[in-house]
């Protein structure tokens, strides 16, 4: 865990001190331009710092300078708070706590909101804490939202553990825990579900923040008993109507740009155009690929876009650092360049452009021009952690379809992929059978779901069309949301048996095989979902995965993005469990065969 940070009221006796020049500061940055996200004004002020945090904002620090007081001169560059994701699942980026701050630490990241919950559908609440436990080892500030759906379908798929309210509750007594991950189970929410309210109940008694996830168009009466459910934000909207409803409604708008995530743009006019007060809008990622984090940046990323999309910089800056601190009741703790708030700043010569020079968090210089240059600590992973692959060996006859007695073709329903939308669409096709067997044919190949967590030897078999895949190949992998057990999809059923294998004896991760090789791996041996290997490394493993796709004839954007959505049974229109074939639209397990041609 954490060396103890002291509390600002622990260190108030020294911040007077150095602040009314009885003591020397630790650090003092002079000759900057500061940005006051308090007041939104640019001043020609100094801070100077005590035991990590800020003890004086003003004119002039020289009062607070001793003889080992450490002193950076900013030489007329901008001085502003260190940035703040207000949603994300670290899980995304294919890496541990402590690697993901390793990569976003440079972009001028110094504090997070995430939600853990894709860990917690393969190891429930243990595994929650280690994640919360790695976050606190960090010299950044990340905090914990307690998962809230897991499953996020009952009835629909089964998970490694489930999430209950009483974990929930037991949830919030820990020291990183800010408040409950996004409601995902928003129709649960709206027909007053006993456990979904007992969640959010759990964490207001706790007097924490409750995130929500309102993935509808409606904005009705629907919408109005969700909110009134407790819900204090949403990141779901894609459209200014979508913006302006949640702030109306007290709910803060958090707009977000990740890998696949492009919403910032089509909201922002809710402040840009029709002037709504800026301070109920927050900008986040929610996920963003390794790949993303090292090419392309994190927060400062976000920030940038929404002020090529017309934000006066001062805005999308408060929208990235004290909005999100306020939101969830840490304004007096982080946020802003302020004296007693955590000492998370970040000089940059332009604001617009806003390249990240030098980063400081608590006082500490934690990155310069692009490079860490502190230890982001490792949690040790139990074996549990790196065991999660339970599973049978498997040969192709795992993967045969058979077909109705007497028939020699079938209408079979198939899920069809959508080129960057999380959506599938329902599809049929007419497919032949050959020895008892159907085949898949032109663009449509098997899908299966091959259950992971308790080795029931379990094998879902179906069809999939969209990718563009030709000859002999198959693709798997143990990153399948929400219940991440393993999806495989393949032309050959000898070669999605070998994929499937190859995940069970590295311990999860993702690979693509054709014509009996391994193109490529993604080695994700924590819980199947993250590496503690450096950003930059998975990073370069998930470009040769992309590639190799490629090689297979995928010709689809972000088709790793499509792959691991294909078992999201809360996302319309069709989908595959471990239960079945699943009909969104309907919410119910649906057969594979429509009828005999």
């Given at each position: 865990?954490?060396?103890?940070?002291?509390?600002?009221?622990?260190?108030?006796?020294?911040?007077?001190?150095?602040?009314?020049?009885?003591?020397?500061?630790?650090?003092?940055?002079?000759?900057?331009?500061?940005?006051?996200?308090?007041?939104?004004?640019?001043?020609?002020?100094?801070?100077?710092?005590?035991?990590?945090?800020?003890?004086?904002?003003?004119?002039d620090a020289s009062h607070c300078i001793g003889p080992d007081t450490r002193v950076i001169?900013?030489?007329?560059?901008?001085?502003?708070?260190?940035?703040?994701?207000?949603?994300?699942?670290?899980?995304?980026?294919?890496?541990?706590?402590?690697?993901?701050?390793?990569?976003?630490?440079?972009?001028?990241?110094?504090?997070?909101?995430?939600?853990?919950?894709?860990?917690?559908?393969?190891?429930?609440?243990?595994?929650?804490?280690?994640?919360?436990?790695?976050?606190?080892?960090?010299?950044?500030?990340?905090?914990?939202?307690?998962?809230?759906?897991?499953?996020?379908?009952?009835?629909?798929?089964?998970?490694?553990?489930?999430?209950?309210?009483?974990?929930?509750?037991?949830?919030?007594?820990?020291?990183?825990?800010?408040?409950?991950?996004?409601?995902?189970?928003?129709?649960?929410?709206?027909?007053?579900?006993?456990?979904?309210?007992?969640?959010?109940?759990?964490?207001?008694?706790?007097?924490?923040?409750?995130?929500?996830?309102?993935?509808?168009?409606?904005?009705?009466?629907?919408?109005?008993?969700?909110?009134?459910?407790?819900?204090?934000?949403?990141?779901?909207?894609?459209?200014?109507?979508?913006?302006?409803?949640?702030?109306?409604?007290?709910?803060?708008?958090?707009?977000?740009?990740?890998?696949?995530?492009?919403?910032?743009?089509?909201?922002?006019?809710?402040?840009?155009?029709?002037?709504?007060?800026?301070?109920?809008?927050?900008?986040?990622?929610?996920?963003?690929?390794?790949?993303?984090?090292?090419?392309?940046?994190?927060?400062?990323?976000?920030?940038?876009?929404?002020?090529?999309?017309?934000?006066?910089?001062?805005?999308?800056?408060?929208?990235?650092?004290?909005?999100?601190?306020?939101?969830?009741?840490?304004?007096?703790?982080?946020?802003?360049?302020?004296?007693?708030?955590?000492?998370?700043?970040?000089?940059?010569?332009?604001?617009?452009?806003?390249?990240?020079?030098?980063?400081?968090?608590?006082?500490?210089?934690?990155?310069?021009?692009?490079?860490?240059?502190?230890?982001?600590?490792?949690?040790?992973?139990?074996?549990?952690?790196?065991?999660?692959?339970?599973?049978?060996?498997?040969?192709?006859?795992?993967?045969?379809?058979?077909?109705?007695?007497?028939?020699?073709?079938?209408?079979?329903?198939?899920?069809?992929?959508?080129?960057?939308?999380?959506?599938?669409?329902?599809?049929?096709?007419?497919?032949?059978?050959?020895?008892?067997?159907?085949?898949?044919?032109?663009?449509?190949?098997?899908?299966?779901?091959?259950?992971?967590?308790?080795?029931?030897?379990?094998?879902?078999?179906?069809?999939?069309?969209?990718?563009?895949?030709?000859?002999?190949?198959?693709?798997?992998?143990?990153?399948?949301?929400?219940?991440?057990?393993?999806?495989?999809?393949?032309?050959?059923?000898?070669?999605?048996?070998?994929?499937?294998?190859?995940?069970?004896?590295?311990?999860?991760?993702?690979?693509?095989?054709?014509?009996?090789?391994?193109?490529?791996?993604?080695?994700?041996?924590?819980?199947?979902?993250?590496?503690?290997?450096?950003?930059?490394?998975?990073?370069?493993?998930?470009?040769?995965?992309?590639?190799?796709?490629?090689?297979?004839?995928?010709?689809?954007?972000?088709?790793?993005?499509?792959?691991?959505?294909?078992?999201?049974?809360?996302?319309?229109?069709?989908?595959?469990?471990?239960?079945?074939?699943?009909?969104?639209?309907?919410?119910?397990?649906?057969?594979?065969?429509?009828?005999?041609?």
């Amino acid at each position: 865990m954490e060396p103890h940070f002291k509390s600002w009221a622990e260190s108030a006796p020294r911040l007077v001190a150095v602040a009314a020049g009885r003591d020397a500061a630790d650090l003092v940055v002079r000759g900057c331009k500061l940005v006051n996200v308090q007041s939104r004004e640019i001043l020609d002020w100094q801070v100077a710092v005590a035991d990590g945090r800020f003890a004086y904002v003003g004119p002039d620090a020289s009062h607070c300078i001793g003889p080992d007081t450490r002193v950076i001169e900013a030489e007329g560059r901008y001085l502003i708070p260190g940035l703040c994701d207000g949603h994300m699942h670290i899980e995304s980026g294919m890496l541990t706590p402590a690697e993901f701050a390793a990569a976003v630490v440079p972009h001028g990241t110094t504090t997070m909101f995430t939600d853990p919950h894709e860990i917690a559908n393969v190891l429930g609440l243990k595994g929650v804490r280690m994640m919360h436990d790695e976050a606190l080892m960090q010299p950044i500030n990340i905090y914990t939202q307690m998962p809230s759906c897991a499953p996020s379908a009952p009835g629909l798929e089964t998970t490694g553990f489930e999430i209950s309210a009483e974990d929930v509750a037991e949830a919030m007594a820990w020291p990183g825990i800010i408040g409950l991950g996004e409601m995902m189970n928003f129709p649960g929410v709206i027909n007053g579900d006993p456990q979904m309210l007992a969640e959010m109940a759990a964490t207001m008694k706790a007097g924490k923040t409750v995130g929500g996830h309102y993935a509808s168009p409606d904005k009705g009466i629907a919408f109005s008993a969700y909110v009134a459910g407790g819900a204090a934000d949403d990141h779901e909207g894609t459209a200014e109507a979508d913006a302006i409803a949640r702030v109306r409604n007290g709910m803060r708008s958090m707009m977000r740009l990740g890998s696949a995530w492009y919403d910032v743009e089509s909201q922002i006019t809710a402040v840009t155009e029709m002037g709504l007060d800026p301070r109920n809008f927050i900008l986040c990622t929610d996920d963003c690929h390794s790949g993303t984090l090292v090419n392309d940046g994190h927060m400062n990323r976000v920030v940038r876009h929404a002020i090529e999309c017309g934000c006066d910089p001062l805005i999308a800056l408060q929208m990235a650092t004290i909005n999100t601190a306020t939101h969830f009741g840490l304004e007096r703790e982080l946020g802003s360049i302020a004296p007693g708030r955590r000492a998370d700043m970040i000089l940059t010569s332009d604001l617009k452009t806003l390249p990240i020079e030098e980063v400081i968090a608590r006082g500490q210089i934690v990155a310069r021009d692009g490079k860490i240059t502190v230890e982001c600590p490792h949690y040790d992973w139990p074996i549990a952690a790196r065991q999660t692959v339970h599973m049978k060996p498997l040969t192709a006859t795992n993967f045969e379809i058979p077909a109705p007695d007497g028939a020699n073709k079938v209408k079979a329903k198939v899920i069809g992929v959508v080129e960057n939308q999380a959506p599938t669409e329902a599809l049929t096709a007419e497919l032949p059978v050959v020895d008892g067997l159907v085949e898949g044919e032109g663009d449509t190949y098997q899908i299966a779901l091959v259950e992971r967590h308790k080795a029931t030897g379990q094998v879902t078999n179906g069809f999939v069309s969209g990718f563009g895949y030709q000859g002999r190949m198959a693709m798997a992998s143990t990153v399948a949301h929400d219940s991440h057990h393993m999806i495989v999809v393949g032309t050959d059923r000898e070669m999605m048996a070998k994929a499937a294998n190859r995940l069970g004896e590295v311990g999860g991760g993702v690979t693509v095989w054709k014509d009996g090789a391994e193109l490529a791996l993604v080695e994700l041996p924590i819980a199947g979902l993250m590496s503690d290997s450096p950003a930059a490394e998975v990073a370069a493993k998930a470009d040769r995965m992309v590639a190799a796709m490629a090689e297979c004839g995928c010709t689809l954007n972000n088709a790793y993005m499509q792959h691991s959505l294909l078992a999201l049974v809360v996302i319309p229109s069709l989908r595959i469990s471990d239960l079945g074939l699943v009909d969104v639209d309907k919410f119910e397990i649906t057969d594979l065969f429509e009828e005999n041609a």
